[in-house]
């Protein structure tokens, strides 16, 4: 079951902040965050591992909670360069099939 | 560390043709997948490759796809035939990833935009 992430979309000036959301109906057993860039490859950002886990890579920070069966991404300061795609991506079952949700697009303006 | 390694990057087929994929995954890494992503939406898992067994393969098209991996390195995917509604790009992945280890980041390839017309 593909996770939902909101919003579909949103646009930011250069040092706004940002939160993309992704929930799931299933149990997570991890949360898995990438960025893509247009007509590029999907890129691996961060992997939460358990709940209340908090990871951070560069000013993009994220957290997951498993008990609510979501995850969120921040985003501070947002620079011209974090513009793309955003995807969550959860493990359907403990063989790993990564599942991913449909995206959040992110536009950052100077 | 070389990256995951698709070819062709681009390729126009008219319905009813058939065509080929091909993906070099990142030396040593078990697992290996294949993803259909259709333009604004997100990847879709077509069939994952543990070594050069199948793991799941239950949103593969099988009437019309297929897929191998032989000696379990390089895989490669087909069409056959196209129908219009394949246009896509088809985005290979690996990770080092064990069935039963569900937490390994997975590394994506440039992937193939496939045009059917």
């Known amino acids: 079951q593909q996770p939902v992430q909101s919003p579909q979309a949103v646009i930011l000036r250069e040092g706004e902040d940002a939160v993309i959301n992704c929930s799931s109906s299933k149990a997570l057993y991890s949360v898995h965050w990438y960025r893509q860039k247009h007509g590029e490859a999907p890129v691996f950002l961060m992997i939460?591992?358990?709940?209340?886990e908090q990871k951070g890579h560069e000013k993009i920070s994220a957290s997951f909670n498993e008990k609510k069966q979501q995850s969120s991404l921040y985003l501070t300061a947002s620079q011209l360069s974090y513009s793309g795609t955003y995807f969550c991506?959860?493990?359907?079952?403990?063989?790993?099939?990564?599942?991913f949700g449909q995206g959040t697009e992110l536009s950052v303006k100077p | 560390e070389a990256g995951v390694a698709q070819s062709p990057r681009y390729k126009i087929i008219e319905k009813r043709q058939s065509v080929a994929f091909w993906c070099n995954p990142i030396?040593?890494?078990?697992?290996l997948y294949w993803y259909q992503q259709i333009l604004g939406q997100g990847p879709k898992l077509l069939i994952q490759?543990?070594?050069?067994?199948?793991?799941?393969d239950s949103q593969l098209p099988k009437d019309r796809f297929s897929a191998e991996r032989l000696k379990g390195v390089d895989s490669t995917l087909k069409i056959q035939p196209a129908k219009l509604e394949d246009s896509a790009v088809y985005l290979c992945?690996?990770?080092?990833?064990?069935?039963?280890?569900?937490?390994?980041?997975?590394?994506f390839g440039q992937g193939t935009r496939l045009t059917v017309v």
């Open positions: 490759f543990q070594n050069n067994g199948v793991v799941d």
């Open positions: 030396s040593g890494h078990a697992t």
């Open positions: 991506g959860t493990p359907y079952n403990q063989g790993g099939k990564l599942i």
């Open positions: 939460l591992l358990k709940g209340g």
């Open positions: 992945a690996s990770s080092r990833l064990s069935v039963g280890e569900p937490n390994t980041e997975a590394f």
